[in-house]
């Protein structure tokens, strides 16, 4: 039976960058990655940004290694391993006691390679999208079929929303065991097919997550995971359904800001908009003013990076003030 | 009767700065200046920021007039009117229905003469002050001993602090009429002499004051007067009165930060915090945490102005600190 085993096995992947439009910010669990509050994101397109990983397995392999941005990196980091012992449990569970003679033994010591076609550095979720593509591939290499959204998130919390495309909830769920922690598809990208999403990239700037100390200090934290978050999800939700765009902007918006306000209500306070977010800020809401609605709106992660969101027949123009409000020494490429 | 009314009376007042160090932001009443939430503050010494106002009433005066800072003003300003109508109505109460033939009669027109030590448009609760001593004048003027801070309420919420030395705490109050909205001193400034206040002036920035946009958009500027006010109050009312420097600090650095968050939680948001206070915020935790222990504070209002807490001790060497770390072109020059 050994000899029938196969010897060397190899699966690739690719996985999408998502950008929540309801925040996810403070775990209630650290180890198993439980959000204190259900987010929504939308998931990009992957002909623009993507992750895209290679697992290979072989008896040959005398050691776990990994590769991002073809750096080797530490396969021993706690996450990635709870995501190879998640996916390698689903596959022994799928083969039940039998021996699948077939099947790739789970033994055989792993190489896996991932690049990045955008700077990981920059904020853009860039763990999410890896860690998704990472238990999509190892899924594939070991013929899981299994939900996996809920794997993903125990390599990055936000990574459970980049397993699906479109509109994506990821609930936060009631179990203590994370069961139902899991991302659920809202609506598939062929919804809202005006709906764009622009990336301003900036310089990336350091910057240390507090996530744990905003849940520890921020009363403002606890009241918007509490009260605020659930009715904003069920709007959003209504938003999306009905490709209300004026709704979907007013509320990306204000989210994005209270996110930004529970970040500053954390002690000490932690401070991802800049000067240059707050002029971005401001000209959204002036060429939205000028147009008498909402055209385009803005959001902003933990990271330096701007993200507009606006129908299809807006972008040329806004990139146009864009580009004409900020002098090439400021502003990005993209 | 006439003959002996006096034909001209004078007054001069000076009235002080007050900082808060629990925010006030938002009123429930804006025609009575009712806030949501109580506040307390810190009033400055004289010696460094006052307003100095004089009032002068005379029979042979046509008009009202007022001058700030030598330049000739409204005096027709709704705020301006409610603070006379209401010392006014005062001193009418106080004569009763008698004729105190040697009071200056009610119906002179009056001058009003106000200058601030202080440059006005920096923000630096200039009206606080400004109100405090319209109105201290005026009641001297007039011969009212009342409790006035319910009058200087009207002029500028925040005035109301400023009609007591040391600490002072503005009581919400419960009354639609706002006549339990007060000032009353927490302890008088012999209290704590070894407290000190720095203010580091900032070129001022355009803001406009967006505190009831803030009422009517932010969900998280309700809890904040709703239930996180009420306990921080307590707590710093115990801090003053033990003169736990470590209390205090801590608990006006958080204030101040929750009520920044409260600005960026309002639609559209509301930014006061720039680069440069991120950056004195980032070197007053940084001095601290070598320390050990909390040696200084800030605080910042709606304006740019940054207002650094110490004790008597940790002065010289802060201001050392700040000034190496900001160059002349960046600092004030107090």
């Known amino acids: 039976a050994m000899a029938a085993e196969r010897a060397l096995a190899m699966a690739t992947c690719t996985a999408p960058v998502n950008i929540a439009v309801i925040k996810y910010w403070g775990k209630r669990d650290t180890d198993l990655i439980l959000p204190i509050n259900s987010s929504l994101s939308v998931t990009l397109h992957q002909d623009q940004l993507k992750t895209t990983t290679t697992a290979a397995a072989s008896r040959d392999f005398t050691e776990d290694r990994l590769w991002l941005n073809g750096k080797e990196a530490d396969v021993g980091h706690p996450r990635v391993q709870a995501c190879l012992r998640e996916v390698r449990r689903l596959a022994r569970k799928r083969r039940g006691g039998g021996e699948d003679t077939a099947a790739l033994s789970l033994s055989y010591k792993i190489h896996i390679a991932s690049e990045n076609d955008f700077p990981t550095a920059a904020g853009l979720a860039s763990s999410a999208a890896g860690y998704a593509c990472l238990v999509s591939v190892l899924a594939r290499l070991y013929g899981v079929e299994e939900e996996l959204s809920e794997v993903a998130r125990r390599g990055s919390g936000s990574a459970c929303r980049s397993m699906f495309g479109g509109f994506v909830q990821w609930q936060r769920g009631e179990r203590p065991d994370g069961t139902d922690s899991l991302a659920l598809q809202v609506a598939p990208e062929t919804h809202w097919p005006e709906l764009r999403v622009l990336v301003l990239v900036k310089k990336p700037v350091s910057s240390t997550a507090g996530m744990q100390t905003s849940v520890e200090t921020s009363p403002l934290l606890k009241h918007r995971a509490e009260v605020v978050v659930p009715e904003r999800l069920a709007q959003m939700m209504r938003h999306i359904r009905e490709r209300d765009f004026e709704g979907f902007g007013q509320l990306a918006m204000r989210d994005s800001n209270q996110f930004h306000a529970t970040c500053l209500d954390t002690f000490p306070p932690i401070f991802y908009l800049t000067d240059l977010s707050r002029h971005i800020i401001a ?52």
Chains 1, 2 share one sequence.
């Open 283 to 334: 000209l959204a809401h002036r060429y939205n003013a000028h147009h008498g609605h909402t055209k385009v709106a803005y959001t902003f992660d933990a990271g330096p990076n701007a993200v507009i969101f606006a129908l299809a027949d807006t972008v040329a123009e806004f990139v146009e003030v864009v580009r004409r409000s900020f002098p090439p020494a400021t502003n990005g490429d993209q």
